[in-house]
């Protein structure tokens, strides 16, 4: 069923069942999320400093700077509301993969230096940061506030009965598309994926993709498979952590992949780079099936196609009686206990998570869910958006089964391997699905 906007926290309140598996999971490296996922040169940088003088005790006595690790680099807003209204902390956003993060996060946590003083992880991932026990106590600070978030998204932030993390945000997945390119083309609402399938064959005898698909696909491609999955009820994982074995909607996503690259209706590109962007400035994409924050780097990127844009829900899958989405993810935010100033930084993720002014800078700047059950109530999140014909992205957000993290970086890792062995014709669907369910078994021992 379609959401309304004044219906929203339902949205949130079903993660008590898309995560209801997931605390037990343990993983161990790349993952993805909604925005950028380039890298910064300046991405090396972990001290913190005081942009004013020092008093006679070493304290600074002016606003003090500090280093935030994040791939999203339309983030920037939030991050300039925060600094713009205190005069504590200066936060510096440095963009890389979170994959960069992840790496360099773990060698400057066992060394002892070298960590910034607030990182952003996904969600599904974020134990392998947690499980260090290098990480600032959040639990006492959050206690007043958990009763505002799904239970289950919390259990991803915990780690031996304290939490670590800030969660603001959750990204289910839409239909992205060029409303006028639709309408000149003939092309109304997509209902279904066979409907889908069909504009995409008229839009390509014009010379237009319907979809860009990551090839190669790496973590990113990895990420949309799950998405899809998920959207079609499947999972890789039984809800007791057991790798699922002749997965038949493992194979039927990958199918689904290989025949949109195949026929030429998807265009084969690399995730966030120049030439991915120029494809839909050109108007050659005219049309992203992706998760909601995407919205967020689509305004970023093609300010000039603003009004050209709009938004329909996730399509029916033609053999499926229910109608779902499936969640990209969301993001979390954690703080090294070396850092000196934990005690200023923390309180940028407390603002954004746990307040509705906060709320509503993180979906204005990179555009997720909100995960904030009583911020989502808020007036604010049932307005439409110019870029978007005046729809609003929240409205056309279907339902989302359950889906079990356990060991996704691991996940991650072999599924992107085969996607790329598959799309360049080295293996089938099936085979590759076999492949990925025999390595996710010998690798996590589920």
Known sequence: M?????????????LTLVLAACGGGSDAG???????????????????????????????????????WTWLSNQQAAVDQFNAMQDEVEIELVQ??????????????SSGSGAPDLFQQPQRTFSNISKTGKLMDLTEIMK??????????????????????IAPDISPGVLWYRKDIFEENGIGEIKTWSEFIAAGEKLKEKGYYIMPVFNPAGSWGANAIALFMQSRGGNF?????????????????????????????????????????????AD????????????????????????????????????????????????AIGIPEMSPVKDKVVKYAEWLATTTEGQ?????????????????????????????????????????????????SKVEAIVGEQVDLMFAGKQDPTTTARNIEQMLAKETGR
Do not use: C
């Open 360 to 408: 509503k800078a993180m979906y204005s700047s990179w555009g997720s869910v909100p995960s904030n059950q009583e911020a989502i109530q808020d007036p604010f999140f049932s307005q439409g958006d110019p870029f978007y014909s005046g729809e609003n992205p929240l409205a056309k957000i279907n339902e989302f089964p359950a889906f079990h993290y356990f060991d996704f």
């Open 96 to 109: 890389m993969s979170h994959t960069d993060i992840a790496q360099k996060l773990l060698i400057a946590l």
């Open 237 to 281: 994982f039984t809800e007791d952590g057991k790798v699922i074995h002749n997965n038949a909607e493992l194979e039927y996503t990958l199918k689904f992949f290989k025949d949109v690259l195949d026929s030429g209706i998807g265009q084969g590109l690399t995730f966030f780079t120049p030439e991915f962007w120029g494809e839909f400035k």
């Open 284 to 331: 050659k994409i005219v049309a992203w099936p992706m998760n909601i924050a995407e919205g967020a780097n689509i305004k970023a990127n093609m300010p000039e196609q603003s009004g050209k844009w709009s938004v329909m829900p996730f399509p029916k899958w033609d053999d499926k009686d229910t109608v779902y989405t499936g969640l990209w993810g969301g993001t």
């Open 144 to 165: 007043p506030h958990n009763d505002k978030f799904p239970e289950s998204m919390t259990s991803l932030l915990m780690y031996d009965g304290k939490q670590y993390g």
């Open 30 to 68: 790349k993952s993805s999320g909604s925005g950028n996922g380039g890298q910064s040169s300046n991405a090396g940088s972990g001290s913190s400093q005081a942009s004013g003088g020092s008093s006679g005790s070493g304290e600074s006595t002016g606003k003090v700077k500090a280093t935030y």
């Open 2 to 14: 379609r959401k309304k906007p004044g219906l929203l926290l339902a949205i949130v309140m079903a």
